[in-house]
């Protein structure tokens, strides 16, 4: 069942994990295995260990640009089966004072049940001036 407000919510606590840089949460994120698919490379995620590693030091790359927030907005999402949702999701990177700086859109399948929403699957869609 698409419940957005659900969806919505599960996208602000995994921004707030991002901008923080707290791996656990953002590992907690992710059902496994997972797959991202990006321009240059697409990768095949099978274990927590491995979210924590390609986000390792992330959050501080974003802080020396002036980053600290990862805002997001879900634009769609649109039920594929009883527990997969494809919903497309814009980001705000924002400054201290909550300025949008940088901002990009992903698509995401995730697998949302009664108890959680995980992602299974990231394409980078498009990054933004």
Not at 79 to 100: G, K, M, N, P
Request: glycine share 6%.
């Amino acid at each position: 069942m698409l419940d957005r407000t659900a969806i919505q919510d599960f996208f602000t606590t995994y921004g707030q994990a991002l901008a923080a840089g707290d791996l656990d949460g953002i590992a907690a994120c992710y059902s496994y295995p997972a797959y991202v698919a990006g321009d240059a490379q697409s990768l095949e995620i099978g274990a927590p260990n491995e979210v924590k590693d390609a986000f390792s030091g992330a959050a501080e790359q974003y802080h020396r640009r002036g980053l600290f927030g990862a805002v997001p907005e879900v634009r769609a999402a649109e039920a594929l089966t009883d527990s997969l949702v494809w919903a497309d999701v814009r980001w705000s990177y924002t400054d201290r004072d909550d300025v949008e700086q940088e901002a990009s859109t992903f698509r995401y399948v995730l697998r949302v049940t009664a108890e959680s929403v995980r992602i299974c699957v990231v394409v980078a869609a498009a990054v933004e001036a």
